[in-house]
């Protein structure tokens, strides 16, 4: 047998250079990725595939038929039109948004032609972010209002119809407000949808800066926005839980005609932080974290004292996915309302779509 190895291992070396000889050509990727106690290397694919993070969580799975709806509205971001598609079961588009600057002048206004709306409908928000702002412009004592308003129609040319998402408006200025709506409902004519944003709410407030039964009257469609009832600076908590979403429809079902009633759902969700670093603090503030945290060094930059510690903080999230939503939007339905809006799409799980029929 010893008298046969120098044969036999001529032989293994003639076999493997004829299978290496004739196997496929490999990457140098291929090459320097280890087998990792497998017969074969891992292609880049496999390795990409095997690093992304997959989530230990499970969502909870919706079950029933689509929501029906007569109008569903979405609304869409400038500058993220690419999170929207014509595919997508909306009938009415809600371009966000026209702004109004320092001066009073309408400014930001979404380009009407990179949005591709299909058969729906496309609005043009507007929205003001200040509350003094607001007042300047809805006072008829200033020369702003009248001008916004001819700005107002003349943007909506290219649109079927304006949006007024007022959101910070002074309870002196509640007057205002109706007679600007008024004013811009008769200057946009019969041609052109006019509709409007108002908070959620249980009851009609003393002096309501947006009473629903008077804003009706001037517009074709009541945006309730059905939302944010936990925020950023509240308790954690659901953006619209249902039983809240029921209260407020409740209370717009018996103020807004059904034919202009659109309740409004929230896409998103929010986290809660059970301790906040970030602020301003006093000398005796500052003293008092580092004594607490146990800082032992405070280095001097340039004369300027700093510290850093690292802090544990517990967070809590409410989200919302097409369970969630589908629940809220059969309740809507079972109240007989026919008409929901969407903030915003983009934030959405895709697959929610699968879940939404409108009936023409």
Not at 106 to 113: A, K
Not at 129 to 151: I, M, Q
Not at 185 to 209: H, Q
Not at 345 to 352: A, K, L, Q, S, T
């Amino acid at each position: 047998m010893k008298k046969n190895r120098p044969f036999a291992l001529f032989f293994l070396i003639l076999l493997q250079f004829c299978l290496t000889s004739n196997a496929p050509a490999r990457g140098k990727a291929d090459l320097e990725i280890p087998s990792e106690g497998v017969e074969y290397a891992l292609s880049a694919e496999d390795v990409k595939e095997k690093t992304e993070l997959k989530p230990k969580f499970t969502l909870k799975k919706p079950s029933g038929r689509p929501l029906p709806l007569k109008e569903s509205w979405g609304y869409v971001m400038a500058g993220r039109e690419d999170e929207y598609n014509s595919d997508i079961p909306l009938t009415d588009v809600c371009y966000f948004g026209a702004e109004i600057n320092s001066y009073g002048e309408l400014t930001s206004l979404p380009p009407r032609s990179k949005l591709k709306t299909g058969n729906a409908r496309c609005h043009l928000v507007v929205a003001c972010d200040s509350r003094a702002l607001t007042h300047f412009v809805l006072d008829p004592s200033y020369d702003l209002r009248n001008k916004l308003l001819k700005d107002l129609v003349k943007a909506a040319e290219p649109y079927d119809g304006v949006q007024v998402d007022f959101e910070l408006v002074p309870a002196r200025d509640r007057k205002n407000f109706i007679t600007f709506l008024a004013d811009l409902r008769y200057m946009l004519g019969n041609k052109k949808w006019f509709s409007v944003c108002v908070p959620a709410r249980f009851k009609l407030l003393s002096e309501d800066i947006y009473p629903y039964e008077e804003i009706a009257r001037y517009c074709d469609r009541v945006f309730v926005m059905a939302y944010d009832e936990h925020w950023s600076g509240s308790k954690p908590g659901a953006i619209a839980n249902v039983d809240w979403c029921r209260r407020v429809a409740e209370y717009a079902k018996k103020s807004i005609p059904e034919r202009k009633l659109v309740m409004g759902l929230p896409f998103y969700g929010r986290t809660w932080a059970s301790e906040t670093t970030a602020g301003a603090w006093y000398f005796s503030g500052a003293n008092r974290i580092m004594t607490e945290h146990g800082v032992e060094n405070v280095e001097y930059d340039n004369e300027i004292p700093s510290f850093k510690y690292t802090a544990q903080v517990d967070v809590t999230g409410y989200f919302n996915d097409i369970t969630s939503v589908l629940a809220i939007g059969r309740l809507y339905q079972s109240m007989g309302i026919q008409k929901m809006g969407w903030w915003r799409i983009g934030m959405e799980d895709p697959e929610f779509w699968d879940w939404v029929k409108i009936n023409k």
